[in-house]
């Protein structure tokens, strides 16, 4: 295989040669090799023996990223540097790490999460599990395997089932879409590859756990789902990864083809460790008839800047966003959606929850476009963010682009503080005021919360408590 | 920096990147947005800016470099009661010391005007009739404007500006509402279709004093208000109020930054357009910041927009920023929706013909704000002016 590469690349054998930090002797991420550069992207790339067209799409995806700014909009990313940053760490690294490794209060957090035992009882219930830069583990149900449904890491994706890996793949985000996209095109690895044939319903969902384990790591999942016509399929995915002094990236991209008659529902809990960048693009696109629901938990991470999009392609697609963001201490979460409404009678929703405390900053920024000829089409943004403190902010930036009469377009925010009226009331029954105060948040993410699966809820209940530690007094 | 430090070994492309850690780091807050007199701290805009991204800029470009009035082409008349009073002199650097531009437009105004006009209600003064300013062009003539408006502690009094004909205009506008007195600014724009008109308006509220800031917009090629508010004491009020209507080929855009920094102040924007024929398109954009001094604060803003016609446009983006939780309220809502023919069928089954009934609906649309503006001879002047505007439909059938 190596060889086959080779030949069509004649470079790569010098390449080969250098070996830098990806040997398998180098067994610790410390070890592992920092910056960006072609030679980089290529090793990568022969590591995984990809066929020479993804080869050729990363490296053109590198100058694609080279070329574009930062962005100048949204938050301060001048933390990031390029540079230190560690793309590619080789899973078989994690064996050097356990829990008793990490500092005690991030090991205490993850004890009181029990994420430990969950992600144990998981793994027999049969999921993806991505540590570092590559998936670890997967299975799938018997069941569904037997009715035609995909269900593995990226990279076996690609291997196994190149010719509609080839199709989709980056087919809804292009390589230039923007500069966090390119990175992602040029240095993925891992995430998930699902594809759901005609008419068959995945019942339970499909789980993916990512992990970045090594300071200054940079992960770059790429998942694509293509759910086929009359279809359904539900994947959820979390994340964390330890807290070190500098500063982690991780930056995925997810495309979702969603065909005619055709419902996925993809659920985010983030938990990054409050030193990990979040820059994630998700974008799905609906045919006619079809329906696409991002829910979008963001509770960890320093900074997060994320909009998952759905292009209304089809008559009649459905577009639905809920999401939900905690800034605390230190926490910038500019989370948003976005809808673009292509075809006739299409409608979208989007409910925004944020909170902010400690000095936290949530900010909702979203977009909704109603393209010319997309008649009938209806559109409604709501947002709320609850303020704990006298120190906390929040922001609100909802960009609405209508370029057609016939349709309605709605959008509220309201801003509130915390009241003391309620905070009184449950005093007055005996609870502690932490205790109310978690409370009241639990009730203003209540019609979020319970579109979640149950151990999803239970932990975003869990997250909402250790948040708000502290929060009072 | 550490890439150099920690790389290992091989051949690290240094310096294939420019853009890591002195990277540019966006406005954090809407607050950071650049300020100067200065034309040359303004580069020409190229439309890709947050602040121009909407707005045709190549249209604009007579008004984005330093020139000369066309003193022959404009005509300013004023129509003052008692305790109201006008005199022309010359900007000086700080005008009023109210405004300062935000954008290449306003600097480039502000250093080619060559005339102020200062407009002053003398303190405790309550003129019973309006103080009307008239603005008229002719053959799209240059005109460079600086009004500064200054109502003197506890006053209380209209002020009316009405534009009108054909110019290329650039303006400021300083308001500075001194404490307790109440401001009704009233600024319409009844341009000719040839007519660009780029003006910010800057105001200052200061202790318990309250503006009623209301702006109409009609006519004009291009239009472009931008209004700045802030306070200077406790207990402000301001109430931003607008009304525009688009036909084929107008753009009508208007921006508000309601800068909140004082504690217990409150402010209310409401506007609300109507859009007609193709290529219609209207530009609303309301930022307020409610910075951390700023308890008990209260502020709302609202936009809506009806669409007429096919091929015309709304944008919508109403912006805010919270920095303590120590407030009584803030809340936005923006909605751009059809002409509604339920409505219209309502009408017509009970009679009334559907050109009658058309209107009817969209005045009923306006009504709310309009009816706030308290203003007679305003509000009867834009009742008008909508009949008109929706009197030039082309066709009055349903379409679609």
Not at chain 1, 9 to 34: C, H, M, T, V
Not at chain 2, 179 to 208: C, F, K, M, N, Y
Request: charge should be negative; hydrophobic fraction near 35%.
């Amino acid at each position: 295989m190596t060889s086959h590469i080779e030949e069509l690349n004649p470079g790569l054998k010098d390449i080969g040669r250098y070996q830098f930090g990806w040997a398998d002797r180098d067994e610790a991420g410390a070890s592992a090799r920092r910056g960006l550069s072609p030679d980089v992207v290529r090793d990568i790339s022969t590591r995984k023996s990809e066929p020479q067209w993804m080869t050729d799409l990363r490296l053109k995806a590198l100058r694609l990223f080279e070329k574009k700014p930062m962005p100048t909009w949204g938050s301060d990313l001048t933390g990031i540097d390029f540079q230190n940053i560690k793309y590619f760490v080789k899973s078989t690294e994690k064996q050097a790490t356990s829990w008793d490794e990490l500092p005690e209060d991030i090991r205490n957090t993850y004890d009181r999460l029990g994420i430990p035992e969950a992600e144990k009882q998981r793994l027999v219930a049969g999921v993806a599990a991505q540590y570092e830069s590559e998936v670890v583990y997967h299975q799938i149900r018997e069941d569904l395997e037997s009715q035609g449904v995909i269900f593995l890491d990226t990279d076996t994706g690609l291997r196994e089932h190149e010719d509609i890996f080839r199709e989709y793949f980056g087919s809804v985000i292009p390589p230039g879409d923007n500069k966090f996209a390119s990175l992602n095109t040029a240095v993925w690895s891992g995430g998930s590859f699902v594809y759901v044939p005609p008419n068959v319903h995945v019942e339970i969902p499909l789980q993916a756990y990512f992990r970045i384990n090594t300071e200054n790591m940079g992960q770059f999942e790429r998942t694509l789902i293509i759910a086929d016509e009359g279809s359904y399929v539900h994947y959820v995915e979390g994340c964390t990864a330890p807290i070190y002094k500098s500063d982690s990236l991780h930056s995925a991209v997810v495309e979702i083809i969603v065909k005619k008659n055709a419902r996925v529902r993809y659920t985010t809990i983030q938990n990054w460790s409050n030193n990990v960048y979040n820059l994630v693009t998700k974008r799905a696109t609906c045919d006619e008839g079809a329906t696409m629901e991002w829910i979008d938990g963001n509770i960890g991470s320093k900074v997060t800047m994320k909009y998952p999009a759905v292009f209304l392609l089809g008559e009649h697609a459905r577009g639905e966003t809920l999401s939900i963001a905690f800034a605390g201490e230190g926490q910038h979460q500019d989370a948003g959606s976005k809808m673009v409404h292509a075809a006739p009678n299409t409608s979208s929703t989007i409910i925004s929850k944020s909170v902010a405390r400690g000095g936290g900053r949530t900010s909702y920024r979203g977009l909704v476009q109603i393209l010319e000829g997309s008649h009938g089409s209806k559109s409604n943004v709501v947002c709320d963010a609850l303020l704990v403190d006298e120190i906390s902010r929040s922001d609100t930036y909802p960009y609405v682009d209508v370029r057609e009469d016939d349709v309605q377009m709605g959008h509220e925010a309201t801003v509130s503080k915390v009241s003391e009226d309620q905070l009184f009331y449950l005093r007055s029954r005996g609870l502690t005021e932490e205790e109310a105060m978690a409370m009241i948040v639990r009730g203003f993410v209540e019609p979020i919360a319970r579109e979640l699966p149950m151990e999803y809820a239970l932990e975003l209940n869990r997250l909402i408590e250790l948040q708000m530690e502290g929060a009072v007094g | 920096m550490s890439l150099l430090a920690d790389k290992t070994q091989g051949p690290v492309l240094v310096g294939a990147h420019t853009d890591s850690g002195a990277a540019f780091v966006p406005d954090q807050s809407r607050a950071e947005r650049k300020r100067s007199y200065a034309v040359a701290d303004f580069t020409v805009p190229n439309g890709r800016e947050e602040d121009w991204r909407f707005t045709p800029v190549d249209r604009l470009r007579p008004l984005f470099e330093v020139g000369p009035d066309d003193r022959d082409g404009v005509t300013v008349t004023a129509d003052t009661p008692d305790g109201v009073t006008v005199s022309h002199g010359t900007p000086g650097s700080v005008g009023l010391g109210v405004g300062i531009p935000a954008d290449r437009a306003s600097a480039v105004a502000w250093e080619s005007a060559s005339v102020m006009t200062s407009l002053a209600v003398a303190p405790g003064a309550a003129p019973a009739e309006p103080a009307v300013l008239r603005v008229t062009g002719h053959d799209k003539a240059r005109l460079n404007g600086h009004l500064a408006i200054s109502a003197g502690a506890h006053s209380r009094s209209v002020v009316v500006v009405a534009h009108a004909g054909s110019v290329r205009c650039g303006a400021n506008v300083e308001i500075d509402v001194e404490d307790g007195a109440e401001l009704t600014l009233v600024s319409v724009q009844e341009w000719d279709d040839d007519s660009l008109h780029v003006a910010q308006h800057d105001a200052r509220i200061g202790r318990d004093a309250s503006l009623r800031h209301i702006v109409v917009t009609l006519g004009g090629a291009i239009v472009r208000i931008s209004t700045n508010v802030l306070y200077s004491g406790t207990g402000g009020s301001f109430e931003g109020l607008g009304v525009y209507f688009a036909d084929a080929g107008q753009h009508l855009e208007h921006r508000l930054f309601v800068d909140h920094e004082p504690p217990n102040c409150r402010s209310d924007v409401a506007y609300k357009g109507a859009l007609q024929g193709d290529g219609a398109h209207t530009v609303w954009v309301g930022d307020v910041l409610i910075r951390a001094s700023a308890g008990g604060t209260n502020t709302y803003e609202l936009n809506r927009n009806l669409v007429l016609t096919d091929g015309a446009r709304a944008d919508s983006v109403p912006n805010l920023e919270i920095e303590t939780g120590q407030i009584e309220g803030a809340g936005h809502a923006s909605a751009t929706g059809r002409f509604d023919d339920e409505q219209l069928f309502y009408l017509q089954a009970r009679g009334i013909p559907e050109d009658t009934a058309r209107r009817l609906v969209v005045r009923g649309f306006f009504a709310s704000i309009v009816q706030r503006i308290g203003v007679p001879e305003i509000v009867e002047r834009i009742m008008a002016a909508i009949d008109r505007e929706l009197g030039a439909t082309p066709q009055t059938e349903a379409d679609g």
